[in-house]
């Protein structure tokens, strides 16, 4: 009954639908990062390249992924003979990884009644916020169900990798843990700990078949865990995979501005 006029944004950036930037849009980042594509699969990028990001199971678009700059504290995010080892092998090159390569890497436990730990070491300090994630995935119905991470002298986050929760936590320095479903049977995987210590070995570790015993005795033929895409971050909530290859790596912060001529194309100063 009334007579509205019709308007029009002078400026509709419409991130999910359109995934891409408009034109008088400047993006800056430094440093490698990733995203989840409408696939599902992690997509690897270098600097400056905006990051739209989807649901790693519907696929659903996001938007313009805008993280803060972060920090992966290993030198290496993929396992390999650097790192260590306690009545476990590990096999490179062992599985389909989350964005595609044949880089997961295969940790076994052996017959031995023990713990039986693939680990590497970082830089931590004591009484502060550190989420360590992976990205995890059973290779087979003859393999490890449960698994956990953990940091030296802190409790145990022990995740069911074959229902896609988190089974049981206990001990020192816990403050949280979460499993999220990805692509191809993988999940990623978040402990979160405030530290006691400046010992800054950081475990991954199978799980006794009772859901709970981090000593008992592996079975030479299980095809224990495939693992991926790890990181340490020092903060209280994860962040998306930051890659390195023998150096901690830091990924700058998503900025994006509109300046001068564009700007004021739709801002009357």
Not at 246 to 269: A, H, K, M, Q
Request: hydrophobic share 30%.
């Amino acid at each position: 009954s009334q007579d509205y006029p019709n308007l029009q944004p002078r400026l509709d950036f419409n991130f999910a639908a359109e995934k891409e930037l408009d034109s008088r849009i400047v993006y800056y980042r430094t440093g490698p990062a990733s995203f989840t594509d409408e696939l599902g699969k992690v997509v690897l990028v270098g600097d400056n390249t905006p990051r739209f990001d989807h649901d790693s199971l519907t696929g659903e678009s996001k938007g313009l992924l805008m993280e803060v700059t972060r920090t992966n504290l290993l030198s290496y995010s993929i396992p390999n003979s650097t790192w260590q080892v306690s009545q476990a092998t590990i096999t490179e090159n062992a599985g389909i990884a989350p964005d595609g390569t044949n880089t997961a890497v295969l940790h076994s436990d052996n017959n031995t009644s023990n713990q039986h730990l693939l680990y590497t070491t970082a830089t931590v300090s004591s009484g502060t916020n550190y989420v360590v994630t992976s990205y995890l995935k059973q290779p087979s119905s003859n393999s490890r169900r449960y698994y956990s991470l953990t940091i030296h002298g802190l409790g145990y986050i022990i995740f069911d990798i074959q229902n896609g929760t988190v089974h049981n936590s206990s001990g020192t320095g816990i403050q949280g843990a979460s499993i999220t479903a990805v692509d191809n049977g993988w999940y990623r995987v978040k402990a979160h700990y405030i530290t006691n210590n400046t010992n800054g070995n950081i475990y991954w570790l199978p799980i006794g078949d009772d859901g709970s015993s981090v000593v008992y005795t592996g079975a030479s033929t299980a095809e224990g865990m495939l693992v991926w895409g790890c990181q340490l971050e020092a903060a209280t909530f994860e962040t998306s995979y930051i890659p390195t290859y023998g150096n901690t790596v830091t990924r700058g912060s998503d900025l994006v501005e509109i300046t001068d001529e564009e700007f004021s194309e739709f801002y009357n100063r």
